[in-house]
């Protein structure tokens, strides 16, 4: 397909309203803790639709400076101030921020239809769905084809590499060169892509995706014959991560819904729970088969990485005897083994955190079970305590980590809340401190359409450095379409 959209971004969208808001939060919860005070705004439709224009103006921004306009090929960092672009290519889960962002501002665009008189509707929804389509279209420039030894078969799989190859379809995907957690990323935002659009093609690429990181799920089973659980980071690693699993949670339960009251039918694919070696197969009802992982993966994470300040801790290791991958014959056959893993490890990610409160909010969404609100209103608060610090940079203002990837990680924290206010209306109030930050940033440090890292502290080594991760934009235009969705669905 001739890609053509590059020059329809070229034009820049920067006039907002012309109306004068006070930029805050949520308008109809009471403000977080040490924001007293902060003005309400009157009309949160006004504020609503400036965050989504805000959202299609870093978007249009983004594709124009980081993108090759015929191959759509994305480069990781880009320098306002020496209008440089690095050499380094974006990975798949960098390239997936973007799709990403375009869902979130689609379906903000979807609500702000029935309040702005269709003017950024009319201007943005069918072009960025052509949008939308292309970059799903160039990211199999990504995709590649290897066989896989896994716990219960020997299949050959077309899934996403970490890194870009110049031929599409040709990406070297074997061991550790592709991880279940991008594939996973994916799969969230084809199901979105599928809900917005119904286009069959988004929900056949989800559900084949699904079938190879559930392929991943360790079903060999324990002394006591139970199994024992948990997706490795990729087929290539032993150790079992929360970004490897947390992810998928949601996407499960949105699977169960789709096919829920239906007929159609899976291969569930398992280890004998006597003998503990022989592998068989059943066929599940899909919408059984979905809520049942789910739910499985929910309480592996739960019972292995929830740690003692009741937030999730990023990995189970402490492998024995080594993290080397191990496999075992059974009646001939090559099969992956079970490696024992003796020890929650590493830091506490805002991300995973945020995968398991909004696999608690969809959880109890579908199932009623109260023990999921309890955990999600209390991780949401543990969270918000943990992650958020005041005035550690601007007085009265809560600063997010932002070292690494963790600007990319704080947004998928800020979607939790929102989805999470069903458990408590009050977790919504928590969005106010990404919307203070989001525009403390845009109104100081805005530059030619790019706002800086640290949203709080500037631009600072980015002037002479390699400028701003592209994937950190589209974490700003996400964020402000989630919030602008938000403010629009908010009962006045």
Not at 142 to 171: C, I, P
Request: net charge negative; charged share 25%.
């Amino acid at each position: 397909m001739k890609i053509f959209i590059i020059a329809i971004y070229c034009t820049m969208l920067w006039s907002v309203a012309s109306v004068t808001v006070v930029l805050s939060g949520c308008a109809r919860n009471p403000s977080p803790p040490d924001m007293e005070g902060e003005p309400a705004v009157n009309n949160p439709h006004v504020l609503a639709l400036q965050n989504l224009q805000r959202s299609i103006d870093l978007i249009d921004v983004t594709i124009t400076h980081y993108f090759d306009p015929e191959t759509f090929e994305m480069r990781r960092f880009y320098n306002p101030f020496t209008k440089v672009k690095s050499e380094e290519r974006a990975s798949v889960w960098m390239y997936t921020a973007g799709i990403e962002a375009i869902n979130a501002a689609l379906l903000g665009l979807q609500q702000a239809q029935e309040v702005d008189g269709n003017s950024l509707y009319d201007d943005h929804y069918e072009r960025y769905l052509t949008l939308l389509d292309n970059m799903y279209a160039n990211a199999d420039y990504y995709l590649g084809t290897f066989e896989l030894v896994s716990y219960t078969q020997t299949k050959e799989w077309s899934v996403y590499a970490v890194d870009r190859v110049n031929q599409k379809g040709q990406a070297n995907v074997t061991g550790v060169l592709n991880v279940y957690d991008d594939q996973m990323w994916l799969i969230r935002e084809l199901l979105d892509s599928y809900k917005l659009t119904g286009k069959k093609g988004y929900l056949e690429k989800a559900e084949y995706l699904t079938a190879y990181v559930l392929d991943g799920w360790d079903v060999t089973r324990d002394s006591n014959g139970k199994e024992n659980g948990g997706i490795p980071w990729g087929p290539g690693y032993t150790t079992k991560h929360a970004c490897s699993n947390g992810p998928l949670i949601s996407p499960l339960v949105w699977l169960h819904e789709i096919y829920k009251d239906k007929s159609d039918e899976i291969e569930h694919r398992y280890i004998d729970e006597d003998d503990k070696q022989t592998r068989r197969t059943e066929q599940l009802e899909k919408q059984q088969y979905y809520l049942q992982y789910a739910q499985l993966i929910y309480d592996w994470q739960k019972r292995n990485l929830l740690d003692a300040d009741g937030v999730y801790t990023d990995m189970m290791g402490g492998c024995v005897p080594n993290c080397d991958v191990r496999y075992e014959e059974v009646d001939g056959i090559r099969y992956r083994a079970n490696t024992p893993l003796t020890e929650a490890v590493g830091e506490a990610y805002t991300y995973n955190s945020g995968t398991m409160l909004s696999g608690a909010a969809d959880l109890y969404r579908v199932t009623g079970e109260e023990k999921y609100a309890t955990d999600g209103r209390e991780l949401a608060k543990n969270s918000f305590k943990q992650f958020a610090s005041l005035g550690k940079d601007v007085p009265q203002y809560y600063s997010f980590e932002t070292e690494g990837f963790r600007n990319w990680f704080n947004g998928i924290l800020m979607r939790s809340y929102h989805e999470a206010i069903l458990l408590d209306v009050n977790i919504g109030d928590y969005l106010t401190a990404f919307q203070r930050n989001l525009d403390y940033g845009f109104e100081r440090f805005h530059h030619d359409g790019f706002l800086p890292t640290n949203l709080l502290k500037g631009w600072a080594e980015e002037k002479e450095g390699q400028g701003v991760e592209g994937m950190f934009m589209f974490t700003y235009a996400a964020q402000y379409a989630i919030l602008g969705k938000h403010q629009l669905t908010s009962d006045l």
